[in-house]
C-alpha cells in the first residue's frame, strides 16, 4: 500500500501541494474546515492535472487524481500519514488553533510542514509537545510547477526532521533547501524583495516604464535565472570565474548600494494606484484568472525543456 500524505487547507497552495504528493506515487488526504472549499479544491485539482497530462509532464491524469481523496474530518485526514503539509489561511491564530488539535491527533513518526511564507516557525509551534517534528516547508507557487522548497526550522526542530522532510521532498521531485536558522521572510522572499523595491523605486522615479521594467527582467536577468542562481551566473560571467568577477564589479556594486542610503519607503498608495492602473491598461482585471492559465502553461513548457536538457547532458 503507498504511503500516506495528508494536506490541510484547498487554496492554491494546497491543491498545489496535493499534485505533487500524488504525482509522486503517495496516497493523499485533502481536508477543509470548509464542504465548499474541499468541492472547488477536487474541480481544480482536475483541472490541473488534465493540463499537465496535456503537456506531457504526466502520463495519466485519472491515477494521479485517484490518489487524492477528501476527508470528512480532520482526524480522518491524518490517521496514518508519513508527512502532514500544512497550507491553510496565513494567520497565526488559524495555524495555533490547527496546529493544537494536531498534537492530539497525530501519529508518533509522522513529520510536518508548514506553506507559511512569511511566520516564523517558532512563533508557530513555541508550545506544542510534537514541535520537534515542525518546520516550515515553503513552496513557490504552484508547487507542482516550480519545484523550490525553503526547509526552515525551528530552534527546536528535530535535525532528524529536517533530514526527514528534505528527503522526502527530494523523493517527491521536489527541490529542498535548508534556512539554517529562521530569519523574517527567509530567503526566497528576501531576494525577490531586493528585486522589488528595486522596480519599485525606479519607477516611482521614472526612470523606466512598467513594461520595460518588466521586460528586462522577463527578456534579460530572467532567462539566465530560470536555470542557473547569481553566483553561477558571475562565475559564468568573468574568463577566470567568481573571484575575478568579484575583483572587477565588486566596487561597482558596493557604490549602487550606497547610492541607496536610506531603506525604501512602504510602497505608497500613489505609486501603487500609478502601477495598477498602467498594469490595467496591459491586463483588465476580468483576464487575470486567463493570464494566470497562460503562465502555468509557459511553466510547463520550460519544465519540459529543462527536463530534455537535464537528459541530454
Avoid at 149 to 164: H, K, R
Avoid at 202 to 213: K, R
Avoid at 287 to 312: F, G
Wanted: proline letters at 6%; aromatic letters at 8%; charged letters at 25%.
Amino acid at each position: 500500500m503507498a504511503e500516506r500524505t495528508s494536506v490541510l487547507g484547498t487554496g492554491l497552495v494546497g491543491c498545489g501541494w496535493a499534485i505533487v504528493f500524488a504525482r509522486a506515487g503517495f496516497e493523499v488526504t485533502l481536508y477543509d474546515e470548509s464542504p465548499e472549499a474541499l468541492d472547488r479544491a477536487q474541480a481544480q485539482i482536475a483541472s490541473s492535472l488534465a493540463d499537465l497530462a496535456s503537456a506531457g509532464l504526466i502520463d495519466d491524469a485519472a491515477t494521479v487524481r485517484a490518489r487524492i481523496r477528501p476527508a470528512p474530518t480532520l482526524a480522518d485526514a491524518v490517521r496514518n500519514a508519513r508527512y502532514i503539509q500544512e497550507s491553510v489561511f496565513e494567520d497565526a491564530e488559524v495555524k495555533h488553533r490547527l496546529f493544537a488539535a494536531l498534537d492530539e491527533l497525530v501519529g508518533a513518526q509522522t513529520l510536518m510542514g508548514s506553506s507559511t511564507s512569511a511566520i516564523p516557525p517558532s512563533q508557530l509551534t513555541r508550545d506544542l509537545a510534537t514541535r520537534e517534528r515542525w518546520l516550515v516547508a515553503h513552496p513557490v507557487n504552484p508547487p507542482y510547477l516550480v519545484p523550490l522548497v525553503e526547509l526552515v526550522p525551528a530552534p527546536w526542530t528535530a535535525p532528524a526532521t529536517v533530514a526527514g522532510v528534505r528527503a522526502l521532498m527530494q523523493q517527491m521531485g521536489q527541490v529542498p533547501v535548508v534556512v539554517k536558522r529562521e530569519l523574517e521572510g527567509f530567503v526566497l522572499n528576501r531576494l525577490q524583495g531586493a528585486l522589488l523595491n528595486e522596480a519599485w523605486r525606479l519607477v516611482e522615479e521614472d526612470y523606466i516604464s512598467v513594461e520595460d521594467l518588466d521586460k528586462t527582467v522577463s527578456d534579460g536577468l530572467g532567462l539566465r535565472w530560470s536555470f542557473m542562481g547569481p553566483f553561477e551566473t558571475i562565475d559564468l560571467n568573468a574568463p577566470r570565474g567568481v573571484r575575478e568577477y568579484a575583483e572587477r564589479f565588486g566596487p561597482f556594486y558596493h557604490s549602487l548600494a550606497n547610492s541607496r542610503t536610506t531603506p525604501p519607503a512602504p510602497w505608497g498608495e500613489a505609486l501603487v494606484s500609478h502601477v495598477e492602473r498602467l498594469r490595467r491598461e496591459q491586463l483588465p482585471a476580468e483576464e487575470l484568472d486567463a493570464r494566470r492559465a497562460w503562465r502555468d502553461r509557459r511553466l510547463m513548457a520550460l519544465v519540459r525543456h529543462k527536463r530534455e536538457m537535464e537528459r541530454a547532458t
